[in-house]
């Protein structure tokens, strides 16, 4: 009883907390976004989609992969941006940002302007970088999942054991990161592995999340779900965007939850590895009783 009411309440504080941040953003995927007259709206975002606007946007529109229309009794107040599309802008549409189209025709121009246009039009570039971000997170997630299930469950289960632990693990192996490089820099032999050991740890860091992601997915599924058959992918993705809604949090508390959960994971894959160092030991040190 005492996990359906924490469940229930992390949903709540998803649906509603986070609400204030940026509650009337429309995401689509695959599919075609319209703006009716009496719709208002914060920014729209499609990919593989068409939008079309006939009420008001407050900032941005982005389209990737499809056009952006703009009738004439639309307002935007933000930029619009169309990636492999079209701008189609109606007669008395009011239109207080910039406009850019990214395609095959204009593509040199419209990355050139970006580096060298005022602050101001770094918007959009920074709206398309996230959102591609998180969507590469998803796909990189889906794929690990079917790849890698095996170390992603050890991991999941040394933090289900070890949550403590796993906590300060990963602050310890945070905090010698840095003298690990520095110490790579100093010697001959390890500044050619740095690319190597920055890529270990990084993944070291994706695995963790990914783990996390798990778990919060899995306890969310389980509680509300009576006869909920575990799938690591589909806890994964969930818990990614969670994780991801939850990082809207006002006043930094999304943020520093995020570092929590990014700390935990790292030392869940510390642990994880100690655990699988151990076992090997003991193993090489069995003897065989036919011997």
């Known amino acids: 009883m005492r996990k359906k009411l924490l469940c229930l309440l992390l949903v709540f504080v998803v649906l509603f907390c986070t609400a204030p941040v940026d509650a009337k953003t429309i995401i689509q995927f695959g599919r075609d976004v319209d703006i009716s007259e009496d719709q208002q709206v914060t920014s729209v975002i499609a ?9 008001l946007v407050e900032k941005n529109v982005v389209a990737l992969g499809g056009s952006v229309v703009i009738t004439s009794d639309a307002v935007v107040r933000g930029n619009i941006v169309s990636v492999g599309g079209v701008v189609a802008q109606g007669n008395g549409a009011r239109i207080y940002g910039s406009i850019s189209e990214v395609n095959s025709a204009n593509f040199l121009a419209a990355i050139s302007s970006a580096f060298y246009d005022e602050e101001e039009e770094w918007s959009w570039l920074t709206d398309i970088i996230y959102f591609c971000f998180f969507a590469f997170l998803l796909t990189l997630a889906l794929l690990m999942t079917f790849l890698f ?7 999941i289960i040394s933090i289900a054991g070890h949550k403590a632990k796993s906590f300060f693990w990963g602050i ?6 840095a003298p690990f490089f520095m110490l790579l820099t100093f010697s001959v032999v390890g500044i050619p592995l740095i690319p190597l050991a920055f890529s270990l740890v990084l993944l070291a860091f994706i695995f963790g ?31 990614i965007i969670l994780w991801w809604i939850i990082g ?3 006043f930094y508390t999304g943020m520093m939850i ?10 869940g894959v510390l642990i994880a590895l100690l655990d699988r160092g151990r ?3 003991k193993t090489a040190h069995q003897t065989s009783p036919y011997e």
């Not at 990919?47 to 009420?55: E, F, L, N, P």
């Not at 310890?172 to 990161?177: C, D, E, V």
């Not at 996390?212 to 909920?228: C, I, K, T």
């Open 47 to 55: 990919v593989g989609g068409q939008i079309t606007v006939r009420g």
């Open 149 to 155: 299930p095996r170390p992603l469950n050890a991991i």
């Open 172 to 177: 310890l192996g945070a905090l010698m990161t």
């Open 209 to 239: 999340f990914l783990s996390m992601s798990a778990l919060l997915g899995r306890f969310v599924l389980e509680n509300l779900f009576r006869h909920h058959r575990r799938s690591l992918a589909r806890e994964t993705m969930l818990g």
């Open 248 to 250: 809207w949090l006002p």
């Open 258 to 267: 995020k570092a929590v959960v990014i700390t935990v994971g790292f030392g």
């Open 279 to 281: 076992d090997r030991h």
